[in-house]
């Protein structure tokens, strides 16, 4: 029997690098504010048996860093279609549907293709 998963997470323990917040007040004691305004996304997870210090681990670690970018900027705004330097960004090298995980069913780079900015639609070409 062969059986499907999908799933996202993060690593807690050992704590990841991203999680040096994870002491201050709003993010600390399982504490886990909203973010973004489009998806209002959170880090709230636990480990079986209690709240746990994750601070924003979910979150990507370099925010604001589009491919073809000189520099990522810091902007961690989730807005689907945010190119964070126009003119300088790159088009999506991974376009095949059998390697995109999400919104697989959109044409490569139109309007609908809502993570044509992100990292990991052009491996090795944003300034990470």
């Known amino acids: 029997m062969i059986a499907m998963a999908a799933g996202h997470a993060s690593m807690i323990n050992p ?7 994870s002491e201050i007040p709003a993010w600390s004691d399982g504490k886990h504010p909203n973010t973004g305004w489009i998806e ?5 997870c636990t480990n079986g048996t ?3 210090n994750s601070g924003q681990a979910c979150f990507w670690f370099s925010q604001g860093c589009t491919p073809g970018c000189k520099a990522c900027d810091g902007n961690g705004s989730r807005i689907p279609n ?4 126009p ?3 790159i088009k999506p090298t991974i376009n095949d549907p059998q390697y ?28 990470v």
């Open 50 to 52: 209690s709240e746990c």
């Open 87 to 89: 003119g300088e960004s």
């Open 100 to 127: 995109r995980t999400v919104n697989q069913a959109a044409a490569p780079g139109s309007l609908q293709d809502f993570t044509k900015y992100n990292p990991w639609r052009a491996p090795g070409k944003a300034p």
């Open 40 to 44: 209002p996304y959170n880090c709230r």
């Open 82 to 85: 945010f190119d964070h330097c």
């Open 15 to 21: 704590a990841p690098r991203n999680a040096i917040d």
